[in-house]
């Protein structure tokens, strides 16, 4: 069911920046190509962003220069494509859109695993947070016979030994990759 939301989350954030112009009228007009690219390459856009440049700079009479565009998003891709880069996409839940040159590539995914693990096991938290809430709302009702109260205490502290555990497991996994 994760998977399904986060593949979701993917597709709704690309069919908005499909529908968005990546550049505006200004931007456009004094583009430095190679800082674009740059920028491009620092955030793991692929290299057919440029085509969305051009069709956004194509409004207004402007077409990029790919060959100042390729040597800036390489430049950009060189710090993009790091261990520590990896873990940030990793850990924000970001998808790998799988641009890192192949030299640097085993050295981003293993800390864009190590930054999903951690993503993973905050989403676990904070859903366990939810029913920890849920739990502790039911116990506030009047009128509650005093063995489901039991229950749903044990219950609560059962969800809190869990969360616990998830805490401790993110935090060994965090102190291992601490660069």
Not at 72 to 99: F, I, N, P, W
Request: charged share 35%; hydrophobic share 30%.
């Amino acid at each position: 069911m994760r998977q399904l939301f986060l593949w979701l989350a993917v597709l709704f954030a690309l069919v908005i920046q499909s529908g968005c112009a990546t550049l505006s009228r200004e931007e456009c007009l004094r583009a430095d190509w190679a800082r674009i690219g740059r920028e491009d390459g620092v955030r793991g856009y692929p290299g057919e962003r440029i085509e969305d440049h051009r069709k956004a700079c194509g409004e207004f009479g402007v077409s990029p220069d790919p060959s100042a565009y390729r040597k800036g998003r390489a430049d950009g891709l060189m710090h993009y494509c790091t261990l520590a880069g990896g873990y940030e996409q990793g850990k924000s839940g970001a998808s790998y859109r799988y641009v890192c040159p192949r030299e640097l590539e085993a050295e981003f995914m293993r800390g864009f695993r190590t930054g999903t693990q951690i993503y993973e096991l905050n989403q676990q938290i904070t859903q366990l947070d939810g029913k920890i809430k849920a739990k502790e709302k039911e116990l506030e009702k009047d009128k509650l016979p005093e063995e489901q109260r039991r229950s749903l205490r044990d219950r609560i502290r059962d969800l809190e030994r869990e969360r616990n555990n998830l805490r401790s497991h993110r935090l060994s996994i965090e102190r291992m990759t601490m660069f």
